[in-house]
């Protein structure tokens, strides 16, 4: 029996997906843990014969965990089927993964019966290499006439993120809504009293917490990305904003 490992990031939306999957005659294997890390490790000690990426939900995450899939020797072969997703996100994972299966719940289970492992994958720019070329403020999802709202920031910050788009506004310490946060994470003790307003923000806007590499404090990706999970968010995007600091995109974990 094929064993199929199902990416869905609604643990409370997935059962679906895999009744489907199983009435086609693979073993579905998944877990509500659903942070990227969790899968990877999961991915890493049972490899299956296929990957199902729902698409339906945002943020879906199913291309980076697609794209790492890829890149690696133990699973760069392993097929690659989307379910659902918008016309132009499909399009966009299309460019970055060509050999990819693109379907819906009615036709799955065809899919699945007809996969087979991919002799010659695409060989897709890691998630980094896709962000060079791009200014910080590109990379960070700001927009022409975005309100940015900037919290505890370096001195620095406007030489961090350097030439912002037409129209858009930084603003220190809001209180306003804004379309994007930036979080500037310094130390431990802040970061973790100010967890409970960082996973209400995330439901009002597109949050980032940022942190300088090389921390000497114990601010790393690992407890940045652990301690906010813990706190009932997801992460869903990193980049590095420039050679300093690096940040990784969070929203608010479905209940």
């Known amino acids: 029996m094929k064993r199929a490992r199902i990416i869905h990031w609604r643990p409370e939306e ?17 877990s509500e843990d659903i942070h990227g890390p969790a899968i990877t490790r999961a991915i890493q000690q049972s490899i299956p014969d296929v990957a199902v990426i729902d698409l339906s939900c945002l943020p879906s995450h199913g291309r980076e965990i697609a794209v790492w899939l890829r890149g690696r020797k133990a699973t760069r072969h392993v097929p690659l089927i989307f379910v659902g997703g918008e016309p132009d996100k499909v399009a966009r994972i299309r460019e970055v993964l060509p050999d990819a299966e693109f ?3 009615v036709a799955l289970p065809q899919a699945l019966q007809s996969i087979r492992e991919v002799a010659n994958p695409a060989q897709p720019p890691s998630i980094m290499d896709r962000y060079q070329g791009r200014t910080a403020a590109q990379k960070l999802g700001v927009r022409p006439g975005d309100k940015v709202a900037v919290i505890d920031p370096p001195r620095d910050y406007t030489t961090v993120l350097g030439e912002i788009p037409e129209g858009a506004e930084l603003l220190e310490d809001t209180e306003q809504p804004c379309a994007v946060t930036l979080w500037f994470v310094h130390e431990p003790e802040p970061f973790l009293a100010a967890l409970p307003t960082l996973r209400t923000l995330a439901g009002k806007t597109k949050l980032w917490l940022l942190w300088r590499k090389g921390s000497q404090n114990g ?19 990193i980049c590095a904003v420039d050679g300093r600091w690096s940040a990784i995109a969070f929203a608010r974990k479905k209940s």
């Open 219 to 237: 601010i790393t990706q690992n407890f940045v990305r652990e301690a906010a999970i813990d706190a009932g968010l997801v992460d869903y995007k």
């Open 14 to 30: 997935a059962t679906p997906l895999l009744e489907v999957v199983e009435r086609s005659g693979c073993a579905a294997e998944y």
């Open 103 to 105: 379907t819906d719940l």
